[in-house]
Nanobody, 132 residues
């Protein structure tokens, strides 16, 4: 079992930056991949960044070059550095982790699907609001 707690959200102007953090407790040694997904009102959930146990990272196209995911080796924390934020980035952001064997690309796709609850854990989320 895993418990994840996100922090660092807030309100910024377009072009601004935020750094999201996630603290993880529980059976962290079983984690294979971690990532962040977001959900905005009336929009589908989308995985935006993932990192696997080999340190491989992947991002959705819309955040490439703007967002950077990182984790400590103990897998007890996961960060998402966000630059050049846009109003379209406004959403609730969730940190997630899975012990299932899936690489970063696979995890990125899977965490955006409704069935993710069978594979992953996530926290309560942190709100990011970007004003024009």
């Amino acid at each position: 079992q895993l418990e994840l707690v996100e922090s660092g959200g807030g309100s910024v102007q377009a072009g601004g930056s935020l750094r999201l953090s996630c603290e993880v407790s529980g059976t962290t040694d079983k984690i294979y991949s971690m990532g962040w997904f977001r959900q905005a009102p009336e929009k589908e959930r989308e995985g935006i960044a993932a990192i696997d146990r080999n340190g491989i990272t992947t991002y959705i196209e819309s955040v490439k070059g703007r967002f950077t995911i990182s984790q400590d080796k103990s897998k007890k924390s996961l960060d998402l550095q966000m630059h050049r934020l846009q109003p379209g980035d406004t959403a609730m952001y969730y940190c997630t982790a899975t012990a299932w064997t899936m690489n970063a690309d696979q995890a990125l796709v899977a965490m955006g699907r409704e069935g993710w609850r069978q594979y992953g854990f996530w926290g309560q989320g942190t709100q990011v609001t970007v004003a024009p």
